[in-house]
């Protein structure tokens, strides 16, 4: 694996804006990863995780449509890079691979 | 709920401010989306508190502006790119660098002197840490007609120092020193004339902030005969033995004090050089004081100085409105005209407004005329810059085209400018503080001033010469940041038209400025000549050449053996006369009242400058007389009651015919007698005054010097032999010798060291003006060099071609000098002011003064001109 530089946060991010398709754009991003991770992000943290993956190829983004609640603004969506599946799915491999030696692992510590 | 609901303002244009513009939308209506969520579900404070709370935590380097721009731009490279380009641009025109860099320099290195000597005189006396609380009284005179007081004496009576101390409490303390007496003093073998030193009250010290080495500052002045050596004049009799508790003998001090031993009660340091009055020892007045008790009484009797300490009550405003009172109180004689006024000591040596000072006195005027030389110095170095910069503009004008069109905004480009501008004037300003430094001895040696680069070193010269060099970087860069940074890249990459108009009326503007500047110069230097001489060579109405005058300070004996003197003197082929005289021109003279009978019959009493003399003295000097008879040793009376005054006296007491006043009955310091000559005004003052009145009693036992007037070729001969007679007639006097003319001429000695360094200033100057003219000068010949070359094939003679090239120029130096004219004229006329006896300022002054710096100026550009108008055509046409 080559060096990816991809955070634990950003890799949340990542995923999340994976998941939430169409609708992945800041304030959603936000409230998606507050809920599952259950804590109060800031608007600033959230913000500087996509300007850093986007600089570094994870993600693209474009504007979509402005709403009232916007005061008129338009949100930007994020989507993610074919780069950021192949990475993400890399990641989750190494981590199924680790995963799986465990358990050996475990017994043998608890036998000694 | 209802009002408009909307996030607070601040936090909204602070992310304004400082988030990226790209991303501002997204954040901003993020920001938004989430303010009103939270305003519904919670309460409209939480959502504001919210906001600023997110807004803070959006402050992030990957979101703000300019933290990190692009990846690929390097400001460093830039900067070095600028310093390359910089060096290069120096090192390919080394004519113009070294004119530029020098001129520069030398014209800082010519403020820097200035500034250093206009620091120095304004530092006089600041070393006293009371400085701020020293006040003196100078007397004066109140005029019978306007009630105002014409002049001022800083000499005057002794019992108003008592009698203000008693008066005023917030006085804090007197003290009062004699005028500068003249004592001998020997201690065994050696034997020195002191000059200069004073009798000096023992608050002395208390006042004054002289370090005492040894001795008690309280005391050391209190006793009778009581002596205070600086460490030189310690030195000088004792070596490096301990002075204290040893004694001095001392010839009396004639009016002062007598003879006798002066017992060493302390050793100060010298007195230093910014102070303006020094000495070498000071005696205790209570030697006077014992010695003539009746003058310390005696309010017109006129032998001291009076300075003063006050106290946190003192206000100046109020001090003098009481002074009336107190005088009116002091002198119940309602027709009183003595009146005084008191001046801080910081007005002692630059402001003061009284004569008859205890020491030398500065002149503000000078030091105004020499900043002015310093700012126009410097004018002309920044103009030669300016110019020299504009000049090349057009050369420039292709880097900045190309700098801009990949992509320099004009805000890096006038960085660029001022930038290397700034690099130009800081190389300059080092070249200028090493040529300063050397120049220093020579300036001392003119101004007889001690300064020192060290001195001149604080923290604060430190950051005003650093904010200067920023300063003149700016004003010599501005032309080019400004206008070159201004030119649009299409017009100058397609071939600007050769020079730019602005840049051609501000460089003639320049060039008419800065010899504007240089032949008010030259024209003030003529001036300041023309008057020194014609000081030097005036006739002055006595005879100054070859007098050698011997001083004996007052000695009795030699003042009983003066006919036996004489006799043995002239008895030399080599000596022509000799006379005695207590004063002589343009040394020291007392002043004294004098009733005489006036025009109107009545007696009337007034004062005026005295010079008591002997018998020959009137027919030594060759003074002559317009009325009645000069003394004589056929008039035995002559001693006693004979008086002969100047025509100003005779004026003074209303006889407009001379000849009147001749037989009138007179009365002065306990003679009384009859006027039997008047002499013809001579100028025993310097010719910065009007003759004043003056009287010559016949006084032989008041003499001080010799005068013997010589006829030698070989005058160290003389002088030799004239030595060896006074060692044999006057063994206890050492031989003091000088000369009349030298004498009087130091009067002039401020004169001629403001001459001396406004001549070496201006021709700085010129010489600076020179360069930038001669950059000037090379750089449009070279442009026309084509013409040149096209008008020669075509058959221009050379001469013609000079006179093209030269004619621009002579007409600026024309235009110059009719703008220098009137304000040279106004401020030499100024200056002039200062002398009663002054040359009249001649238009010709003016027009040789323009015609020289058009001579200059055309040597100057001729010898481009002349250059260029001889090359070979070929060469300069067949470059492309």
């Known amino acids: 694996m080559r ?66 609640i916007r005061g008129g603004k338009r949100k930007r969506i994020y989507s993610t890079t074919s780069y950021a599946h192949r990475v993400l799915s ?16 475990s017994l043998e510590l608890k036998s000694v | 709920m209802n009002a408009p609901l909307h996030p607070p303002k601040w936090p909204v244009r602070v992310l304004r401010s400082v988030l990226k513009k790209k991303y501002l939308e997204e954040i901003e209506g993020d920001m938004e989306e989430i303010f009103f969520l939270t305003a519904r579900e919670q309460s409209a404070a939480a959502a504001r508190r919210a906001y600023c709370i997110e807004m803070l935590k959006l402050l992030r380097p990957i979101l703000l502006k300019n933290f990190k721009t692009s990846s690929i731009h390097n400001p460093f ?42 620091d120095y005189e304004r530092s006089f006396d600041g070393y006293h840490s009371n400085r701020d609380r020293i006040y003196r009284v100078i007397h004066g005179s109140k005029d019978d007609k306007s009630k105002s007081t014409k002049s001022y004496w800083v000499w005057g009576n002794a019992p108003i120092g008592q009698a203000l101390h008693d008066n005023f409490p917030e006085i804090d303390k007197v003290v009062q020193f004699s005028g500068r007496a003249d004592i001998l003093f020997t201690l065994g073998e050696k034997s020195y004339q002191e000059e200069g030193l004073f009798f000096m009250d023992s608050t002395a010290f208390d006042v004054f902030s002289w370090k005492l080495l040894r001795g008690n500052p309280k005391t050391a002045l209190a006793a009778p005969f009581s002596v205070v050596l600086t460490e030189s004049a310690a030195k000088k009799y004792f070596g490096d033995e301990d002075p204290m508790g040893k004694s001095l003998k001392g010839s009396d001090s004639p009016g002062r004090a007598n003879a006798g031993e002066y017992l060493v009660t302390g050793v100060m340091k010298d007195v ?32 001291t100085y009076t300075y003063f300490l006050v106290n946190d009550q003192f206000d100046r405003a109020k001090f003098e409105a009481k002074v009336p009172d107190f005088l009116a109180r002091q002198f119940k004689d309602p027709m009183n005209k003595y009146t005084i006024a008191i ?101 001392n040696s003119i101004t007889g001033r001690a300064l020192s680069i060290n001195h001149f070193i604080t923290l604060l010269n430190l950051a005003v010469l650093f904010v200067s060099t920023l300063l003149i970087g700016i004003v010599a860069g501005s032309y080019p940041a400004f206008v070159l940074s201004s030119f649009s890249p299409a017009t100058v990459l397609k071939g600007m038209s050769k020079s730019g108009k602005i840049g051609i009326t501000l ?103 005295i010079f008591q003399v002997g018998v020959d003295f009137i027919n030594q000097l060759g003074l002559q007389l317009v009325a009645g008879r000069s003394y004589s040793r056929d008039h035995p009376t002559d001693t006693i009651g004979g008086l002969v005054i100047n025509e100003a006296a005779a004026r003074q007491y209303g006889y407009a015919n001379p000849a009147d006043i001749v037989g009138k009955k007179y009365s002065q310091w306990g003679r009384e007698g009859e006027v039997i000559g008047v002499l013809k005004d001579f100028n025993f003052i310097s010719l910065h005054r009007t003759i004043e009145p003056l009287t010559l009693p016949y006084e032989p036992f008041a003499c001080r010097y010799v005068l013997l007037k010589v006829q ?40 001629f060291n403001f001459k001396t360094l406004f001549s070496l200033f201006s021709s700085l100057a010129i010489l600076i003006a020179c360069l930038g003219l001669l950059g000037l000068a090379t750089y449009t010949t070279e442009l026309r060099t084509k013409e040149i070359g096209i008008r020669k094939v075509l058959g221009a003679n050379i001469s013609s071609i000079v006179a093209l090239l030269s004619k621009d120029f002579i007409v600026l130096v024309v235009v110059a000098m009719i703008i220098a004219t009137p304000v040279a004229w106004y401020s030499m006329n100024r200056w002039l002011e200062g002398f009663a006896y002054r040359i009249d300022i001649h238009f010709w002054i003016f027009l040789l003064a323009g015609v020289a710096a058009i001579a200059v100026a055309a040597l100057t550009i001729s010898f481009q001109a002349i250059k260029a108008a001889r090359g070979n055509p070929v060469t300069s046409l067949r470059s492309e």
């Not at chain 2, 009055?277 to 032998?303: A, C, N, Q």
């Not at chain 2, 503000?364 to 300016?386: R, T």
């Not at chain 2, 002088?719 to 044999?728: F, L, M």
């Open chain 2, 343 to 443: 001046e801080p000591l910081k007005d002692m040596y630059l402001g003061t407004v009284a004569e008859r000072q205890p020491g030398e006195v500065g002149s503000m005027a000078n030091l105004y005329i020499f900043s002015v030389i310093g700012v126009f110095i410097l004018a002309i170095a920044i103009i030669n810059f300016m110019n020299l910069s504009t000049a090349r503009s057009m050369e420039r004008g292709k880097e900045v085209g190309i700098r801009k069109s990949i992509g320099a905004e004009r805000r890096n480009l006038i960085a660029q400018f001022l930038g290397e501008s700034f690099i130009i004037v800081s190389l300059s300003m080092v070249v200028a503080i090493l040529v300063a430094t050397l120049a220093l001895p020579a300036m």
């Open chain 1, 3 to 68: 060096k990816t530089k991809l955070g634990e946060f950003e890799e949340f991010v990542l995923l999340t804006v994976a998941s939430l398709q169409r609708d992945a754009y800041g304030v959603e991003i936000k409230r998606t990863l507050e809920q599952r991770m259950k804590t109060k992000l800031s608007v600033g943290s959230i913000q500087s995780a996509l300007k850093r993956m986007e600089e570094k190829g994870f993600l693209t983004s474009e504007f979509g449509e402005a709403s009232q």
């Open chain 2, 712 to 751: 030698s070729a070989n005058l160290p001969g003389t002088i030799e032999e004239v030595h060896k007679i006074w060692a044999r007639l006057a063994p206890h006097r050492p031989f003091l010798y000088s000369f009349l003319d030298s004498d009087f001429n130091r009067q002039y000695q401020n004169d």
């Open chain 2, 77 to 118: 490279m830039m900067y070095r790119n600028y310093l390359i380009i910089a060096w290069r641009n120096l090192v390919k025109k080394k004519g113009y660098s070294t004119i530029n860099i020098f001129g520069l320099a030398l014209g800082i290195a010519c403020c820097l002197l200035i500034a250093m000597y206009v």
């Open chain 2, 272 to 303: 230093p050089a910014n102070s303006h009055f020094r000495f070498t020892i000071l005696l205790s007045m209570s030697t006077f004081r014992k010695s003539r008790p009746d003058i310390f009484t005696e309010w017109g009797y006129v032998d």
């Open chain 1, 90 to 105: 890399e990641m989750k491999e190494i981590r199924a691979g680790l995963w799986k030696s465990i358990p050996a692992l």
């Open chain 2, 507 to 609: 460089r003639r503007g320049l060039v008419i400025l800065q010899f504007s500047l240089s032949i008010a110069l030259i024209a003030g230097t003529m001036i300041v000549s023309f008057q020194m001489n014609h000081i030097l060579n005036k006739d002055m109405g006595f005879d100054k050449e070859r007098m050698l005058i011997l001083d004996y300070n007052y000695d009795e004996s030699v003042n009983r053996q003066r006919e036996v003197l004489k006799t043995e003197m002239e008895a030399r082929p080599d000596i022509v006369s000799v006379a005695f005289s207590r004063s002589v021109p343009g040394g020291y003279f007392p002043n004294a009242y004098t009733e005489i009978v006036a025009a109107d019959g009545q007696k009337k009493g007034m004062g005026q400058p």
